[in-house]
């Protein structure tokens, strides 16, 4: 059987170069697993017989990439690719940067020190699939399988055990019996693997188009490496009539209902962590977890520092796990309110996640929440058409005002613009300049 891919121009001006050099060349990872697949590779990767030396004689504009790991880039018409020498990895330092490596000039020894099957093969238009693992096979299988012995691999470099589960669930494939035993048998091992590189798997999971095999991380026993209060929130029943989930179980099914982005899905994966420290149950047995979203908040903030997160991603998770509870009654005012804890700009995505989180929930919570949120929704356009006032940037008097009309700048002030816009989140149409310093005046004579 011989596969034919399509393979961009550049791409097979790189192979010919090479190869008219007398040198072989081929595609190889995961841009020949995608264009099997018939999805677009994010990168086209070429590995040749060429020592980075030789590749760079052969074309005019090539930057260092690697070059000691043995990559050189090569820019063609301001598209780079990159060019690596056949290789054997010692220790990975990170997913693509072993301590040291040893070049080669066979490609089956590069094939060899590859993760799985469908990512270790290799492709010239010429020579067709060099397919040494059964790849092929397995991608019609839909199959993670390690190269070689499981055990090996996973020793070498124990991130590939979240690359499986990653795998697994960007293409909604299942790791096969052997692979999967050796997983579970080498979670510990995560415990030396950096947390850049954890964060970048655990992320792809959680992004991707099935972000459900996520429990492939509890049944192998990662979680309880990387992440034990996700196997507490399993643990934890809700005993009132607003769920008809345990905590973790909850947690899975807002994961996959909020948009495949990277600071919504880990919001969702950590908005309702909280409830683990805030259990209580009544008089008449149903539990309550007052405050559980500021310890999710809390939660959050640390975990992401931990896994070495930008500011950025860490302070809207924590936004987002703080209000996901926000209490609405479908009036403007309160949507105002809320609007003006997290920002206009934030306020849509917030929404998306208490939708995603009440379809989570009982048919009763679902039947309670959710007409709600589509007048909140409506709300919300409502008052940015109307550009209703929700920041002290936007209240029609400043600090230079109150300071005109006689008031000495200081912490009063602070409190006095503050209680305008708590009053003019009240009465929108109060939001003028004369009316408020009107108040201002009245209220301190
Ligand atoms: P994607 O780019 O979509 O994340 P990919 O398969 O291209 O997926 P990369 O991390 O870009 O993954 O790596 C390219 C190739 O390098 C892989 O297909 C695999 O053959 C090899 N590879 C990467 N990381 C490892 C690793 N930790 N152990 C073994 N082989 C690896
Ligand atoms: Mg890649």
Not at 61 to 72: A, E, L, N, S
Not at 134 to 153: Q, W, Y
Not at 274 to 295: M, N, Q, S
Request: hydrophobic share 40%; glycine share 6%.
């Amino acid at each position: 059987m011989s596969v034919s891919l399509n393979i961009p121009e550049n791409v097979n001006i790189i192979l010919k170069i090479l190869k008219e050099a007398g040198y072989e060349a081929y595609i190889v990872g995961g841009c020949v697993r995608d264009a099997i697949l018939g999805r677009t590779p994010g990168d086209w990767d070429i590995t040749t017989s060429a020592m980075p030396e030789e590749v760079k004689t052969l074309f005019r504009r090539t930057i260092d990439t690697g070059i000691k790991h043995g990559t050189v880039t090569v820019l063609i018409r301001g598209e780079g690719y990159e060019v690596t020498t056949y290789r054997i990895d010692g220790e990975y330092e990170d997913g693509r940067h072993p301590k040291q490596v040893t070049f080669t000039r066979s490609l089956s020894e590069d094939l060899l020190r590859r993760d799985f099957t469908i990512n270790a093969m290799a492709y010239h238009p010429e020579t067709g699939l060099v397919d040494l693992f059964g790849g092929e096979a397995d991608l019609k299988a839909r199959t993670i399988r390690a190269v070689g012995v499981p055990n090996d691999r996973f020793d070498e470099d124990a991130l590939r055990i979240l690359r499986a589960v990653r795998f697994s669930a960007q293409l909604d494939f299942e790791i096969e019996p052997a692979t999967l035993q050796s997983i579970a048998d080498h979670a510990e091992n995560l415990r030396l693997i950096s947390a850049e590189r954890i964060r970048v798997e655990l992320t792809k999971t959680l992004v991707s188009d099935h972000p459900e095999k996520f429990m492939v991380f509890h049944d192998t026993g990662i979680t309880k490496v990387l992440f034990p209060e996700f196997d507490q929130m399993l643990a934890m029943p809700q005993e009132n009539p607003w769920h008809c989930y345990n905590v973790g179980r909850h947690t899975m099914e807002v994961v996959k209902g909020v948009p495949a982005d990277p600071i919504l899905r880990w919001a969702a994966l950590l908005h309702d962590v909280g409830k683990l420290w805030t259990k209580t149950i009544d008089g008449e047995g149903k539990a309550h977890f007052y405050g559980h979203a500021k310890k999710s908040a809390e939660f959050a903030g640390d975990f992401l520092r931990n896994l070495k997160f930008d500011n950025h991603t860490i302070e809207m998770v924590c936004l987002f796990a703080r209000h996901h509870d926000a209490w609405f009654d479908g009036s403007d005012k309160v949507t105002r309110r809320v609007i003006s804890r997290v920002g206009k700009e934030n306020f849509p995505a917030l929404l998306q996640i208490a939708r995603a989180d009440a379809m989570a929930k009982s048919d009763y919570a679902k039947a309670q929440l959710l007409p709600k949120y589509d007048r909140v929704e409506e709300g919300y356009y409502r008052i940015m058409a109307a550009n209703q006032c929700t920041t002290l940037k936007e209240l029609a008097v400043n600090g230079g005002d109150l300071i005109k009309a006689g008031i000495k700048p200081g912490k009063e002030m602070g409190e006095l613009l503050q209680s305008l816009l708590t009053h003019v989140i009240e009465y929108p149409e109060e939001n003028v300049k004369e009316v408020l310093l009107e108040r201002t005046l009245s209220s301190r004579s």
